[in-house]
């Protein structure tokens, strides 16, 4: 029984597949000291040359800005972008980097809609996360309204919300939701139940991009886990992925 247990493990597993495909992570928390990812500028510029060695030749960082516990506004984000770029300048480290955000979406972020110009990456797209509890009720209206300013909007880790089912997936990207999964979803980190589905969205072609969603070099040292992974190599083959164009 356990050698079928390991050759089962050992069919799921490829050769290693490079980051370098994707050219663009857009989903991580390396802007130090604003939120629960980098504490400081030392683990930042490890935390970049750990992604660099992964093969990304790009980092659209994406601070969390959430009203109960990171009130950050792009200024703070940006200055920090600034920060970063210097020291890597200064240490001759050749990555392009660009800040974002990670938009919690509840009432005070509905309420800015129209009236504060939100940082975005690429076409326009806007990140937004949701509560792992519920996601608010009147989610698809406050979408309308982000469409209506022009935002095309990306929702980091839909595998992660509990609550949502596929026919949930699939409603979402018929009112032109992007979804982004995170690649330690791929490798069962946050629970198999979440491994389970994130398979599924891929293998239903509802995938159009991944990230790291890094916050820690613990975070950083899985990533090569994940390289090897069928559903990794399933998502790059699918042919919707968008990272290489941003």
Same mark, same amino acid.
């Given at each position: ?32 000291? $604003? ?5 400081? @500028?030392?683990?930042?510029?490890? +935390?970049? *040359?750990?992604?660099?060695? &992964?093969?990304? !030749? ?67 797209? $806007? ?5 792992? @509890?519920?996601?608010?009720?009147? +989610?698809? *209206?406050?979408?309308?309204? &982000?469409?209506? !300013? ?97």
């Amino acid at each position: 029984m356990m050698l079928k247990w390991f050759s089962k493990k050992k069919e799921q597993e490829c050769e290693p597949l490079n980051f370098s495909v994707l050219r663009t992570d857009i989903h991580s928390h390396f802007i130090p000291g $604003i939120d629960d990812g980098s504490p400081d @500028m030392e683990t930042t510029i490890a +935390l970049i *040359e750990k992604m660099q060695g &992964l093969g990304f !030749e790009k980092i659209i960082t994406s601070p969390h800005v959430m009203s109960d516990f990171y009130q950050n506004s792009s200024e703070i984000i940006l200055k920090g972008l600034t920060d970063v770029r210097n020291e890597l300048k200064a240490k001759n480290i050749n990555m392009e980097i660009d800040a974002v955000a990670e938009y919690y979406i509840d009432y005070e972020f509905e309420q800015k809609i129209g009236k504060e110009k939100f940082l975005t990456f690429g076409d326009n797209y $806007i990140l937004v996360e949701l509560s792992f @509890m519920q996601a608010p009720r009147n +989610l698809f *209206e406050i979408i309308f309204k &982000l469409q209506l !300013e022009g935002y095309k909007v990306v929702l980091a880790h839909p595998e992660r919300y509990n609550y949502y089912t596929m026919k949930d997936y699939e409603e979402f990207i018929s009112r032109g939701v992007i979804l982004q999964i995170n690649f330690l979803s791929l490798i069962g980190y946050y629970s198999p139940q979440v491994k389970k589905k994130t398979e599924s969205l891929i293998n239903s072609g509802m995938v159009s991009l991944v990230g790291t969603d890094c916050h820690n070099m613990n975070h950083a040292e899985l990533y090569i886990k994940c390289q090897t992974q069928k559903a990794w190599h399933d998502l790059v083959n699918s042919g919707k992925l968008l990272n290489a164009t941003l």
